[in-house]
């Protein structure tokens, strides 16, 4: 157990506890410090800091940003982000509706290429969860156009077929830039499964000011290689469990990875003049 979390998911993204959930979680296990990091939204900031107010918990504002690094996507997280900050709303917003347009654009290209489905229906069929291309498959089979759903992505759906339409991603760089913007510290997120110390400099050299060294899906010999990182680069380093709340994909414990209290220390350090007034 650890006293500091900074990577916590709330109903804000995709987490069950919700931010007043979450603080009241943290609280429970005597945490000094939490942080919220919800996936491109900082809609659970406010009620985690007014939950947090008077007490002995210490809220650092955060957020976690989807990014397209070549082919796959990483995540950098914000940590004294201005949670109302405009022009990273507009960038947060940019990044949520990615995903919506890209669907809508893939419906539009299927029905160009004589294969309509309903996007309502493909609403549907994904219920509570995000909407995506496996959902657009099994519409493909329900409405006739394919056998299988593996025939809908070999036919349409996969890259490089006629109904492949690509994401709107943001940039490494971009991500930093948008987390200065707002006041913010950009800081490279679970990094230990990029594997080679040269990506994971490269990514950081892209505006980064720290790396998450400590987290859940981190063994030893990661938070070793990420600890000398950080250090050889004069980077803040950060620490969290990436939970996303009991009954979710990710039912970790709030405080269940060891982090060590220097981490929190050196992060609340960097805390703008701001920061430490409104708690
Ligand atoms: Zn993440
Ligand atoms: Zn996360």
Do not use: C
């Amino acid at each position: 157990m650890s006293s500091i979390d900074l990577h916590v998911h709330t109903t804000a993204s995709d987490g069950t506890y919700t931010p007043t959930g979450a603080v009241r979680e943290a609280l429970g296990k005597k945490l000094a410090i939490l942080g919220i990091a919800d996936h491109d939204t900082t809609g659970g900031v406010r009620e985690a800091e007014e939950a947090a107010r008077g007490t002995a918990l210490a809220l650092v504002p955060g957020v976690e940003l989807s990014v397209g690094a070549e082919e796959y996507e990483i995540h950098v997280l914000g940590y004294f982000i201005d949670p109302d900050h405009a022009g990273l709303q507009d960038v947060l917003l940019r990044l949520r509706g990615a995903r919506d347009l890209r669907n809508e654009r893939i419906v539009a290209r299927l029905r160009e290429l004589g294969a309509p489905v309903d996007l309502g229906r493909v609403r549907e069929i994904a219920g509570d969860g995000s909407v995506g291309r496996p959902h657009i498959a099994k519409a493909l089979v329900e409405a006739g156009h394919v056998a299988s759903q593996g025939k809908a992505f070999g036919r349409f759906l996969a890259r490089g077929k006629p109904g492949y339409v690509g994401r709107e991603r943001l940039s490494p760089a971009g991500a930093a830039e948008a987390i200065h913007d707002a006041g913010g510290i950009p800081v490279l997120a679970h990094p230990g499964k990029l594997g080679s110390r040269r990506r994971i400099e490269e990514l950081l050299a892209a505006g980064m000011a720290g790396v998450e060294a400590f987290h859940s899906d981190h063994d030893e010999a990661q938070v070793g290689l990420l600890l000398s990182i950080a250090e050889e680069g004069g980077l803040l380093v950060t620490g969290g469990t990436d939970s996303h709340g009991p009954d979710s994909d990710r039912p970790i414990e709030i405080g269940s990875v060891d982090v060590p209290e220097w981490v929190g220390q050196r992060l609340l350090e960097k805390a703008p003049s701001g920061w430490a007034a409104a708690s």
